[in-house]
C-alpha cells in the first residue's frame, strides 16, 4: 500500500475499547489520516454531529449507542462519511443493510482494517467527483470502480480475472440477445464491487461457505447496486448489478424474482457471470472445463438461466470453448 494513501482524510474511529480504537488510530494515522477516537456510541453521535468526517470506523456492540444507530446518524447527514462497521460475522449482514459501506471482523485484523479503510475512502471520493459531472456521465468513474475490482481480484487467487472473464463473455452474448453491448460490458466489471464489503477470508473456507458468510454474499448485488447508484450509473446498468444473481425459477437472490421480471440485462449478465465463475477453481472444487459448463447450462435450462440466455451462451462455447480459459 503506497505511503499517504488517507492522506488527510478525517476519520472518526469508536471502540468502547480503548486500546482498540487507539491502535486503530494510530495505523490509520501512519496512512496520512487525521483520527478523532471516541469510546461510546453516545459520545461518537455527538462528534458526528459536530464535525464533518470523511470515514467511520465503528464498533457495532457498544453500552449506550450502538453501532447500527451510528450508521442511522451518519446517513442522516447531509454530507455522510463512508462507515465500516466492526463486527461479530452475525451483525455484518444488518450493518451492511443498514448502510454501511464495509465491514470488519472482530477480532480486528489492523492490516486488514486500514487496507478497508483506503477501499471505501477512495469509493466515497469517485462518489463526489461522480456528484460534480453533468447527468449520464458516471462511465469514466464507472471504468475506475471496474479497475479497482480487478485490482481487488488479482490479489486473491481464487478470484483472479473473475470480472474480466464475465465481460468477455457478456460482450459476445450481447448481439444474439439484441442488448446494448456497451452497457452490457460495463455492468459485467463493476457486477461484484459489493464483493469489497466481504472480507476475503470469509471467501477462503474450506468447503462451501458457512451460512454467515452466504449471508453475506446475498447482501453483496444490493450494496453493489447502491454504490454505483450514488456514483450516477444508468439505471439499466443498476438493473442489471442489483439482480445478476436472480434465477429464472424464482429461486435466486436477493428479491426472488421470477422469469421475465428480471431485466434482460440482468438475465445476460447472470448467466455470464455463472459461466465465468464455473469456470474458476473454488476452495471446495476444481474449475470446470467448456464441456462441463455447457452441461451445467444445458442442465440449468429454463431454470437457473433463461432460454434464451442459455441457448446464446452454449453457442457461444461451442464456437469458442478458450472463453472460459
Known amino acids: 500500500m503506497a505511503a499517504g494513501a488517507l492522506n488527510a482524510k478525517r476519520v472518526l ?9 487507539s491502535e486503530l488510530a494510530r495505523a490509520l494515522e501512519a496512512e496520512g489520516a487525521v483520527c478523532t477516537e471516541s469510546h461510546s456510541g453516545l459520545e461518537a453521535s455527538e462528534k458526528l454531529a459536530a464535525g464533518n468526517f470523511d470515514l467511520m470506523l465503528c464498533d457495532a456492540l457498544m453500552p449506550g449507542r450502538s453501532g447500527f444507530e451510528l ?3 451518519a446517513r442522516a447527514l447531509g454530507d455522510p ?9 452475525g451483525e455484518a449482514a444488518e450493518a451492511l ?9 472482530k477480532p480486528l485484523s489492523i492490516p486488514h482494517a486500514v487496507h478497508e479503510a483506503v477501499l471505501v475512502s477512495e469509493l466515497r471520493r469517485l462518489t463526489r467527483l461522480a456528484e460534480s459531472l453533468p447527468l449520464g456521465a458516471a462511465g469514466p468513474i464507472l471504468t475506475v470502480i471496474g479497475e ?13 480475472g473473475y470480472s474480466s472473464r464475465t465481460a468477455r463473455l457478456a460482450v459476445q452474448m450481447a448481439a444474439p440477445l439484441g442488448l446494448d453491448m456497451d452497457k452490457l460490458a460495463l455492468a459485467a466489471r463493476v457486477h461484484d464491487v459489493g464483493m469489497l464489503a466481504v472480507p476475503v477470508t470469509e471467501q477462503h473456507t474450506e ?17 453493489g447496486a447502491r454504490w454505483i447508484e450514488r456514483l450516477g450509473a444508468d439505471r439499466a446498468i443498476v438493473a442489471a448489478v442489483a439482480a445478476h444473481h436472480e434465477r429464472w425459477d424464482g429461486s435466486g437472490y436477493p428479491g426472488g424474482l421470477l422469469g421475465e421480471d428480471i431485466p434482460p440485462i440482468a438475465r445476460a449478465l447472470g448467466t455470464a457471470a455463472a459461466i465465468a465463475a464455473m469456470s474458476a477453481t473454488r476452495p471446495w472444487r476444481e474449475k470446470r472445463e467448456s464441456v462441463d459448463v455447457i ?29 472460459v480459459g
Request: zero cysteines.
Open 13 to 21: 474511529v469508536v471502540d468502547d475499547e480503548r486500546a482498540v480504537a
Open 207 to 223: 468447503g462451501p461457505p458457512d451460512r454467515t458468510t452466504q449471508h453475506l454474499i446475498r447482501v453483496h448485488p444490493t450494496l
Open 148 to 160: 479497482i475490482v480487478n485490482a481487488f481480484e488479482k490479489a486473491d487467487p481464487y478470484r483472479a
Open 295 to 323: 452441461a451445467q447450462l444445458e442442465s440449468g435450462r429454463g431454470r437457473q438461466f433463461g432460454v434464451a440466455e442459455a441457448d446464446a451462451a452454449m453457442e457461444i462455447l461451442l464456437k469458442n470453448p478458450a472463453l
Open 97 to 105: 443493510s443498514r448502510g454501511a459501506d464495509g465491514w470488519l471482523r
Open 71 to 73: 450508521i442511522d446518524d
Open 81 to 89: 462519511p463512508a462507515i465500516i462497521v466492526m463486527a461479530e460475522s
